[in-house]
C-alpha cells in the first residue's frame, strides 16, 4: 500500500529536550516536505526536499533542521524545541513539484 | 505566508444539499489543488485543475478556476453526512522549488 508514514503520532516533550519526528515513504517519490498545521493559521511548509542531498527552507523553518540521506526517508529535527513549536506535523511526499501531495497521518507534539 | 483564503470558514448544511466553497489567490499559478482534512487526520488530494483549465469534474465534486478573478470555488453535490470535513486549497504559485501553499480552510459540516 503506497503511503507516508510518521512517528511518533503524539508526544509530550519539555523545553530544550531535542526530538526527531521520522517521515518515510514507499512510493518512491522525489519531493517530501515537512508542514505545521496551527489554528487559524492553516498548514505552513516548513521545509522541503527535492531530491536526496537537497533540501531548501519553507516559510516558517526556524528552529527546525532536516536531512535527505536517503530517498525514503525525511526526518524532522527540533534541536532545542520550545513551545511555540507546539503543533500538529504533517510529512508530505509527491513525485514531482507541484503535483498532488500524499500526506501522512500527521505528529501531534506538544512542548512544555 | 498564506496564497489561498477560502470562503466562508465554515459552512453547515444538511444531507442532499449542494456545499460550494470558494477560494482566493494572490499570485499567478500554474495549477490550484482541494484538499479534504478529516478531524485531526492527513490530507487527502481531491482534484487538481491547472491554470488553462476553466472546469473540472470528479464524481460528486466540480471545481472553477478564474485566473482572471484569481479565484476557485469547489462544490459538493448531493452532500453526505461523511462530507464532514475541513477543505483546503493550495496553489504553486510559480516559484522555484516544492512550494505549495495552503489556505486556512472552510470547515463543512453536513448534517443526518
Same mark, same amino acid.
Given at each position: 500500500e503506497?503511503? %507516508?508514514t510518521?512517528? !511518533?503520532?503524539y508526544?509530550?516533550? /519539555?523545553?530544550? #529536550?531535542?526530538?526527531? %519526528?521520522?517521515?518515510?515513504q514507499? &512510493?518512491?517519490?522525489?519531493?517530501?516536505?515537512?508542514y505545521?498545521?496551527?489554528?487559524?493559521?492553516?498548514l505552513?511548509q516548513?521545509y522541503y526536499? &527535492?531530491? /536526496?542531498e %537537497?533540501?531548501?527552507?519553507?516559510d /516558517?523553518?526556524?528552529?527546525? #533542521? %532536516?536531512?535527505? #540521506?536517503e530517498k525514503?526517508? @525525511?526526518?524532522l529535527?527540533?534541536?532545542?524545541?520550545? !513551545?511555540n513549536?507546539?503543533?500538529?506535523? @504533517?510529512?508530505?511526499?509527491? !513525485?514531482?513539484?507541484g503535483?498532488?501531495? @500524499? @500526506?501522512g497521518?500527521?505528529?501531534?507534539?506538544? /512542548?512544555? | 505566508?498564506?496564497?489561498?483564503?477560502e470562503?466562508p470558514q465554515?459552512?453547515?448544511?444538511?444531507?442532499?444539499?449542494?456545499a460550494?466553497?470558494n477560494?482566493?489567490y494572490?499570485t499567478?499559478?500554474?495549477?490550484?489543488?482541494?484538499? =479534504?482534512?478529516?478531524s485531526?487526520?492527513g490530507?487527502?488530494h481531491?482534484?487538481l485543475? =491547472?491554470s488553462?483549465?476553466?472546469?473540472?469534474?470528479?464524481? =460528486?465534486?466540480?471545481v472553477?478556476?478564474?485566473?482572471?478573478?484569481?479565484s476557485?470555488?469547489l462544490?459538493?453535490?448531493?452532500? =453526505?453526512?461523511?462530507?464532514?470535513?475541513?477543505?483546503f486549497?493550495?496553489t504553486?504559485?510559480?516559484?522555484?522549488?516544492?512550494m505549495?501553499?495552503?489556505?486556512?480552510?472552510t470547515?463543512?459540516?453536513?448534517?443526518p
Open positions: 503506497a503511503q %507516508v510518521q512517528n !511518533p503520532r508526544l509530550i516533550t /519539555v523545553t530544550g #529536550k531535542k526530538l526527531t %519526528v521520522t517521515c518515510s514507499n &512510493m518512491n517519490h522525489e519531493y517530501m516536505s515537512w505545521r498545521q496551527d489554528p487559524g493559521l492553516g505552513r516548513i526536499s &527535492m531530491n /536526496v %537537497v533540501t531548501d527552507k519553507g /516558517v523553518p526556524e528552529g527546525y #533542521k %532536516v536531512s535527505r #540521506k525514503r526517508n @525525511f526526518p529535527i527540533l534541536e532545542s524545541p520550545s !513551545p513549536q507546539t503543533s500538529l506535523y @504533517f510529512c508530505a511526499s509527491n !513525485p514531482r513539484t503535483g498532488e501531495l @500524499f @500526506f497521518e500527521g505528529s501531534r507534539l506538544t /512542548v512544555l | 505566508s498564506q496564497q489561498g483564503e470562503d465554515a459552512l453547515s448544511i444538511q444531507e442532499g444539499e449542494n460550494t466553497m477560494c482566493s494572490k499567478s499559478i500554474n495549477n490550484l489543488q482541494w484538499y =479534504r482534512q478529516n485531526g487526520r490530507l487527502v481531491l482534484i485543475i =491547472r488553462n483549465e476553466r472546469e473540472k469534474h470528479s464524481g =460528486r465534486l466540480r472553477t478556476l478564474d485566473t482572471s478573478k484569481k476557485s470555488s462544490l459538493i453535490t448531493a452532500s =453526505r453526512a461523511a462530507d464532514t470535513a475541513s477543505y486549497c493550495a504553486d504559485e510559480r516559484r522555484a522549488g516544492n505549495l501553499t495552503f489556505g486556512g480552510g470547515r463543512l459540516m453536513v448534517k
